[in-house]
T-cell receptor, first 112, second 116 residues
C-alpha cells in the first residue's frame, strides 16, 4: 500500500514559470511533511517542510501548501530556474525518529 | 555545516558475498537510518536505530541485513549474502531526536551497490 501518492511523474516548465507538485496521504498519524530535492547521483537534500498546524510555509521561492482536511500537500516553485531541474520527493512521517514514507518522485525540467 | 558522510561511494560485489556499508552521522544526532533507492524508483526505508538498538524496520530488512554502531561515530549496514536485487543506492540519514521538533532527517550522498 502506497502511503504517499505523488504527481505528476514528470514536469516541464519554462524558466520563470511556476512548478507545482502534489502529494496526498491517507494516514492521519502523519504530522511532518518534508520535501526533498535530489540531483542525479546525489542524496536527497531537505528543501522545506511543514507541520499540519499551518496551511502554508514559504522559504524563498519555495512554498508548501497544506490541506489537512483533504490530506493533501503541494510544493510550489516560483520563478523556476534551470538549476531547479532535479527530482523532487515528498515524504511524510508520524513523528521524531520514525521512518519517512516517500512519494514516487517528480522529475522537474526547467527549460531556459 | 555538519553533514552525513558515507563510504565507499561505489561498491561492486559478487552475488553471495558480504558487504558492509559505512556511515558517519552528524555528531550530535541520536537517530540513524538506512534507506535504499533502486535506480529510478522512490526512496524506501530499511531500518532506524536509536540508543544502540533497532527502533523500526521494514519488510525489506530481513535476516540478511544487520546494523551496528561499532563506535561513537560510525553506523554500518551489513548485507550478509548479497543478491542481484540488492543492487541499489543505499542512503544513510540521521536526525537530532532531542526535542519534539527535531523531525528533520539529513541524508548522506549514498553508496551505489552493484551486485554481479
Amino acid at each position: 500500500q502506497q502511503q504517499v501518492k505523488q504527481s505528476p511523474q514528470s514536469l516541464i516548465v519554462q524558466k520563470g514559470g511556476i512548478s507545482i507538485i502534489n502529494c496526498a496521504y491517507e494516514n492521519t498519524a502523519f504530522d511532518y511533511f518534508p520535501w526533498y530535492q535530489q540531483f542525479p547521483g546525489k542524496g536527497p537534500a531537505l528543501l522545506i517542510a511543514i507541520r499540519p498546524d499551518v496551511s502554508e510555509k514559504k522559504e524563498g521561492r519555495f512554498t508548501i501548501s497544506f490541506n489537512k482536511s483533504a490530506k493533501q500537500f503541494s510544493l510550489h516553485i516560483m520563478d523556476s530556474q534551470p538549476g531547479d531541474s532535479a527530482t523532487y520527493f515528498c515524504a511524510a512521517s508520524p513523528g521524531t525518529g520514525n521512518q519517512f514514507y516517500f512519494g514516487t518522485g517528480t522529475s522537474l525540467t526547467v527549460i531556459p | 555545516e555538519p553533514e552525513v558522510t558515507q563510504t565507499p561511494s561505489h561498491q561492486v560485489t559478487q552475488m553471495g558475498q558480504e558487504v558492509i556499508l559505512r556511515c558517519v552521522p552528524i555528531s550530535n544526532h541520536l537517530y540513524f537510518y538506512w534507506y535504499r533507492q533502486i535506480l529510478g524508483q522512490k526512496v524506501e526505508f530499511l531500518v532506524s536505530f536509536y540508543n544502540n538498538e533497532i527502533s523500526e524496520k521494514s519488510e525489506i530488512f530481513d535476516d540478511q541485513f544487520s546494523v551496528e554502531r561499532p563506535d561513537g561515530s560510525n553506523f554500518t549496514l551489513k548485507i550478509r549474502s548479497t543478491k542481484l536485487e540488492d543492487s541499489a543506492m543505499y542512503f544513510c540519514a540521521s536526525s537530532e531526536g532531542v526535542t519534539a521538533e527535531s523531525y528533520e532527517q539529513y541524508f548522506g550522498p549514498g553508496t551505489r551497490l552493484t551486485v554481479t
